[in-house]
Nanobody, 123 residues
């Protein structure tokens, strides 16, 4: 059973940076697709970035391409989302997720979720 715990959220000014962390436990995650999703207030949950362990391939939503970086730390069982040049529209609850299915940006594919960490970007 994979367990995910996010941290690192907070409030920043537009243009600033944050690095989110996701502690992964439960084993076998290197064969999983790991992803970050976000859910702005009153909106649907959307995929931000994913990383497939076996290939080392990452994919990003167009809205964050070039600003966000997802990374995977095998030694410490951590998944990170480094966010730069933050914009007010990046304000959302951010979730770490994992799946043994195909890697996707669709929330319904993911069976394991963290509790979320809030990111607020002021203009």
């Amino acid at each position: 059973q994979v367990q995910l715990v996010e941290s690192g959220g907070g409030s920043v000014q537009a243009g600033g940076s944050l690095k989110l962390s996701c502690a992964v436990s439960g084993g076998g995650y290197s064969e999983y697709c790991m992803a970050w999703f976000r859910q702005p207030p009153r909106k649907e949950r959307e995929g931000v970035a994913n990383f497939y362990g076996p290939t080392g391939r990452a994919k990003y939503a167009d809205s964050v391409q070039g600003r966000f970086t997802i990374s995977f730390d095998d030694a410490n069982n951590m998944v990170y989302l480094e966010m730069n040049s933050l914009k007010p529209e990046d304000t959302a609850m951010y979730y770490c997720a994992a799946t043994q299915n195909f890697c996707s940006m669709t929330a319904s594919v993911f069976g394991y979720w963290g509790q979320g960490t809030q990111v607020t970007v002021a203009s």
